[in-house]
């Protein structure tokens, strides 16, 4: 089963899709501008900006840029050239200062990468959390909870908790022609699969291993997993990799460009394009989001949190909409366009705006990630389906606070503590009475808690041991 996922907006921080900058070493900057290109297969036009008083005072001097040796502008004064790449693939952009005809100065130069990432998602990988084993391998990442910026250490938190694993989980480009080499070294232990092959196997210490090269660039799926077995976590640099083109090592980063990490195809995801106070009246909010997904309608839901800690005992529902915005939150919402929340703050929450939190979820399945297999029916047991995933205390907590987002009648919030029909749910950020929990949102899923002579049929019928313990439940459902 499938579900949508959801990403985090803050005051003041404007993040928008497909947006990228790339720097020309110290000052000129290529701007991705969404403008098409009519004679181009990338689509793509990119805006260069020209200053010649960077380098010479002269009003005579020249601006050249060229792309792969190819001059494409040559100007005087300052102003935005437009180039546009023929194609997808790589190019080296330069400029150069010219007075008299004669170089002013270095030549600076950048890489651009143009890919095609039509139907790839968003930027970045998305991530989850296995805990309740030194090493988890078996269970799938894609459909976790999204990273849309990693930076160099991020992907190797030092709090990774022991008996526990970080996957990180989407698609990776790989340049044509070229071997990929992987490195991985965790305390306690790391691993790679390129398109569900590994590459460098669960292991302990310092171990590396190659994939490729590939006959045509493109996206392939990949997972990387750190976990640790017990005590601190966080030695050794992690994951990196390089290429027999490239020696240098470089981190599993993902710069918000889409060009080398992505969601992967059918994502589902929200895009936060805009969340800031409202000049000419501070108490209002605007948000503007858009979902990406292959349906046509979602369900979205809105909290906000105090000092931008996500947790129950800062969360603050977002009720009061001006301008008719509250159209835009609830359920049957039009995916792939842009929508707009105007958040009456104060109507909802007295406290120091420049200290709130604003998250939009969106979902298009159900409250949990979870996979379901089927045993057909016998002549002395019905069909059965169960669930086979154990489940994350991040994906416990996503369906709480979505519950929580939505008004749900079982729920009650005090002091920090979420609190539902059979006891409490969830403390803060953390989930309270891990078993009781899950139990409860199966039931709200339709399901039943796989126990007792369910549990020993299928584990016999299946030939598996699933073993319940804390988060580690299992769904059920008797199909008549």
Request: contains cysteine; negative net charge.
């Amino acid at each position: 089963m499938k579900r949508c996922l959801w990403l985090l907006g803050m005051v003041g921080l404007i993040s928008v899709a497909n947006a990228e900058s790339l720097e020309l070493q110290r000052t000129t900057v290529f701007e991705l501008d969404t403008s098409p290109c009519q004679t181009a297969d990338s689509n793509r036009t990119f805006r260069v900006s020209y200053d010649t008083q960077w380098m010479s005072d002269d009003p005579q001097a020249e601006i050249v840029i060229s792309a792969d040796g190819n001059e494409i502008a040559r100007r005087t004064g300052n102003g935005d050239i437009e180039w546009c790449p023929h194609d997808y693939g790589t190019y080296v952009l330069t400029y150069q200062t010219l007075l008299g005809g004669a170089a002013v100065g270095e030549t600076y130069s950048t890489t651009i990468r143009v890919v095609n990432a039509e139907g790839m998602g968003l930027p970045g990988l998305q991530r989850v959390t296995f805990t309740g084993s030194a090493y988890d391998a078996s269970n799938v990442a894609l459909g976790a909870e999204p990273i849309v910026t990693l930076n160099g250490e991020g992907m190797y938190d030092a709090s990774l908790g022991a008996q526990s694993t970080y996957a990180y989980a989407g698609y990776m480009y790989f340049h044509a022609d070229e071997t990929y080499t992987f490195r991985g070294n965790f305390d306690d232990y790391s691993s790679v699969r390129v398109d569900n092959a590994e590459v460098v196997a669960q292991h302990t210490g310092d171990k590396s291993g190659s994939v490729g090269p590939f006959a045509e660039a493109g996206w392939h799926k990949v997972d990387f997993r750190v976990a640790n077995n017990g005590g601190a976590s966080g030695g050794g640099f992690g994951i990196q990799y390089q290429t027999d083109k490239d020696q240098a090592w470089h981190k599993i980063v993902d710069d918000g460009s889409g060009t080398y990490l992505r969601t992967g195809p059918d994502y589902c995801g929200v895009v936060i394009l805009k969340a800031a106070m409202r000049p000419s009246d501070p108490t209002i909010m605007d948000v503007v989001y858009k979902v990406q997904s292959p349906k046509e309608k979602v369900s979205v839901r809105a909290l906000a949190y105090e000092n931008g800690n996500r947790s129950f005992a800062n969360a603050v529902p977002v009720l009061t909409f001006a301008d008719g915005t509250g159209v835009n939150i609830g359920d049957d919402i039009a995916a792939n366009e842009e929508h707009t929340l105007s958040w009456q703050v104060a109507a909802d929450w007295a406290t120091d705006l420049t200290k709130v939190r604003f998250e939009v979820m969106v979902m298009d399945e159900g409250l949990l990630p979870l996979h379901f297999v089927t045993i057909p029916k016998t002549a002395n047991h019905a069909s059965i389906q169960y669930s086979d995933t154990v489940l994350s205390s991040t994906a416990v907590m996503n369906a709480l606070f979505w519950l929580y987002a939505g008004l749900d009648d079982d729920l009650s919030l005090s002091n920090g503590r979420l609190s539902g029909p059979f006891g409490e749910l969830a403390n803060g950020a953390n989930v309270s009475n891990p078993a009781q929990t899950v139990s409860w949102l199966y039931q709200k899923m339709g399901y039943s808690t796989l126990t007792g002579a369910n549990l020993n049929y299928v584990n016999s019928a299946a030939r598996i041991n699933l073993t319940p313990s804390g988060l580690r439940q299992f769904a059920v459902k008797t199909i008549k």
